[in-house]
């Protein structure tokens, strides 16, 4: 990222590799290792992209009295969209069940970072002061970096997928 690349376009590039991740996703079948490991590289990527998302941007949108609803609604899809991603880890790769999930999932996932870059984002650019930026860029790339590292495929016990 460059210094001048603003928070939202670095979001959004995040997101625009997310969309990638889901369509490569979507075109394999079975419990095959592709589909493993585009399975892993995802819920890597979306942990790690959520808790550095959060700790940048959202805590600073925390801090301003009129984004803090939308903010709250956007951690809280985050935690959505992680118990998502554990009940498919928890799930049989190989059953119409794991894809049926899937297809909600990316539903789901791509109305929440649809919503995020045209709604919330403009809106919460209005209300940052070139340090906020600043503070942002650095503090995103420093936890995602982090965050991604430690992030794991955590699925829940199979017998508690969801149905």
Same mark, same amino acid.
């Given at each position: 990222m460059t210094q001048n690349q603003d928070i939202f376009a670095r979001l959004k590039e995040d997101h625009d590799r997310h969309r990638d991740l889901l369509e490569r996703l979507m075109?394999?079948?079975?419990?095959?290792?592709?589909?493993?490991?585009?399975? /892993?590289?995802?819920?890597? /990527?979306? @942990?790690?992209?959520?808790?550095a998302e959060e700790q940048a941007l959202y805590s600073t949108m925390m801090r301003k009295p009129p984004t803090t609803d939308d903010t709250r609604h956007s951690v809280a899809e985050h935690h959505e969209i992680e118990e998502a991603l554990n009940d498919l880890a928890a799930t049989?790769?190989?059953?119409?069940?794991?894809?049926?999930?899937? @297809? $909600?999932f990316d539903h789901d996932y791509r109305h929440h970072i649809d919503e995020e870059e045209e709604e919330?984002?403009?809106?919460?650019? /209005?209300?940052? $002061?070139?340090e906020d930026r600043q503070w942002m860029r650095a503090v995103f790339e420093r936890r995602k970096r982090e965050e991604k590292a430690e992030a794991e495929v $955590?699925?829940?016990?199979?017998?508690d997928a969801k149905e």
């Open positions: 075109e394999t079948s079975g419990e095959s290792d592709q589909r493993r490991a585009l399975f /892993e590289e995802l819920t890597k /990527e979306l @942990k790690g992209h959520a808790s049989d790769m190989a059953t119409a069940a794991w894809l049926t999930k899937f @297809k $909600t919330h984002f403009p809106e919460f650019a /209005e209300h940052l $002061t070139d $955590t699925p829940e016990k199979k017998e």
